[in-house]
């Protein structure tokens, strides 16, 4: 619109037509077989994510395996001058053999599988004696279905290794779970043993249970 001899004219223009962008092929040099071809590099990117995620990275964890079996003649370090030997066969989901070294002062608890047999052996500070021990001891697991495992156990009995150490022992035997806490305090440091298992693996496994447990003793050496 503009003023033109004093009148008011209205100048027109024919308006531009734009052809629909997605309605648009592709030049013949970037176009293979009615496809873009300038967005195959965005496409691959997005597949090779997907492929490293749905198929290299749980290829790589299934080949990566977190087994790691106990052998013959091996002994699992509880302290520093304190282990037990393991039997072959079984599989440390967590501490080290007397051998290994760890990357700081302190030695973890140890936590041996065999099936779905669970044996744990853990030490701390303690100044008291191994029945004091077991009383502290908040020995609850699920695996008893949220009860104390000092609440439905038998009496206790002494109990004593063969490398010397005299401890005590509590066992339980529920439908569900069943299986035992030792205890024993030597040069100021508790120890306790902790087994829990389906009723039917403790018994199958007891004698593995009972040399293990008996084998805890002082060992030459040092763990660091």
């Not at 279905?145 to 010397?164: C, H």
Request: net charge negative; hydrophobic share 35%.
């Amino acid at each position: 619109m503009q003023w033109k001899r004093g009148k008011l004219s209205v100048i027109s223009s024919t308006a531009h037509k734009h052809e629909p962008i997605h309605g648009r092929r592709p030049p013949a040099d970037h176009r293979f077989l009615g496809l873009d071809t300038r967005v195959f590099p965005h496409a691959l990117a997005i597949l090779g994510v997907w492929m490293l995620w749905t198929v290299i990275v749980p290829a790589i964890d299934s080949a990566v395996s977190s087994e790691d079996p106990t052998g013959a003649g091996d002994r699992m370090a509880v302290t520093e001058t304190v282990s037990f030997a393991a039997p072959a066969g079984w599989n440390v989901e967590s501490g080290f053999r007397t051998d290994q070294h760890g990357a700081s002062d302190s030695l973890p608890r140890v936590t041996l599988t065999g099936g779905t047999v669970t044996v744990s052996v853990d030490a701390d500070t303690f100044s008291g004696t191994a029945d004091e021990l077991l009383s502290q001891t908040d020995a609850v697991s699920l695996a008893t279905n949220g009860s104390s495992v000092l609440a439905v156990s038998g009496t206790r009995q002494p109990i004593s290794t063969d490398g010397g150490l005299s401890g005590v022992q509590v066992s339980f035997d529920t439908p569900r779970s069943a299986g035992s806490v030792t205890t024993f305090v030597t040069d100021g440091e508790g120890i306790r043993v902790q087994v829990v298992g389906p009723p039917d693996q403790i018994a199958a496994r007891s004698r593995e249970i009972t040399d293990m447990i008996a084998s805890i003793g002082t060992h030459e050496g040092d763990t660091k």
